[in-house]
T-cell receptor, first 112, second 112 residues
Framework: EAGVAQSPRYKIIEKRQSVAFWCNPI?????LYWYQQILGQGPKLLIQ????????DSQLPKDRFSAERLKGVDSTLKIQPAKLEDSAVYLC??????????FGSGTRLTVV | GENVEQHPSTLSVQEGDSAVIKCTYS??????FPWYKQELGKGPQLIID?????GEKKDQRIAVTLNKTAKHFSLHITETQPEDSAVYFC???????????FGSGTRLQVQP
């Protein structure tokens, strides 16, 4: 089966600019997650979708981050405006059961 | 919420030796404990997992043990090979919430 697709792979922006990341999960996976992984740390959950509904966004900085999953398939994560501390790898994952997420390769964001 | 602590942060072993990575968790509701391997530039990949009704699970050179009373679990890699070199993450989840909380990672270096 095809894996979780993410784009772009790399992005460099200046602080206060906006950026968007895209994720296409594995076909049939109802649950989609966005994680933020700062260099040298473990991934931290930003938002969890079940189909096109938000299950958990308690750790999403809502003043600057937004995410949507239209039609319960693809998802986009947006940052506006970006701060230096947003530099990280943004990982998308999907699952069909509670067990065994499949992660994409991530988007590495550098804010300068 | 859940808090997962992982140690050591770095581990260097000689090829053929064993490696052990340990994690503790705080939420007694957690009942699923996966381990992920992350290579440079890639997303985390599931290598083994254990559910709370099992004390130990083995898959070839990799084994995981779980002590629910003490709230800790460990990854054991035997007969290490250079290709085992990567960053390893433990995680914990309450399958009712379906969101993983990750440890901070262990960088394993296998010296040939």
């Amino acid at each position: 089966e095809a894996g979780v697709a993410q784009s772009p792979r790399y992005k460099i922006i200046e602080k206060r600019q906006s950026v968007a990341f895209w994720c296409n999960p594995i076909s049939g996976h109802a649950t989609l997650y966005w994680y933020q992984q700062i260099l040298g740390q473990g991934p931290k959950l930003l938002i969890q979708f079940q189909n096109n509904g938000v299950v958990d966004d308690s750790q999403l900085p809502k003043d600057r981050f937004s995410a949507e999953r239209l039609k319960g398939v693809d998802s986009t994560l947006k940052i506006q405006p970006a701060k230096l501390e947003d530099s990280a790898v943004y990982l998308c994952a999907s699952s069909s059961t509670p067990y065994g997420y499949t992660f994409g390769s991530g988007t590495r964001l550098t804010v300068v | 919420g859940e808090n997962v602590e992982q140690h050591p942060s770095t581990l260097s072993v000689q090829e053929g030796d064993s490696a052990v990575i340990k994690c503790t968790y705080s939420d007694s509701a957690s009942n699923y404990f996966p381990w992920y391997k992350q290579e440079l530039g890639k997303g985390p990949q599931l290598i083994i997992d254990i559910r709370s009704n099992v004390g130990e699970k083995k898959d070839q050179r990799i084994a995981v043990t779980l002590n629910k009373t003490a709230k800790h679990f460990s990854l054991h890699i035997t007969e290490t090979q250079p290709e085992d070199s990567a960053v390893y993450f433990c995680a914990a989840m309450d399958t009712g919430r379906r969101a993983l909380t990750f440890g901070s990672g262990t960088r394993l270096q296998v010296q040939p």
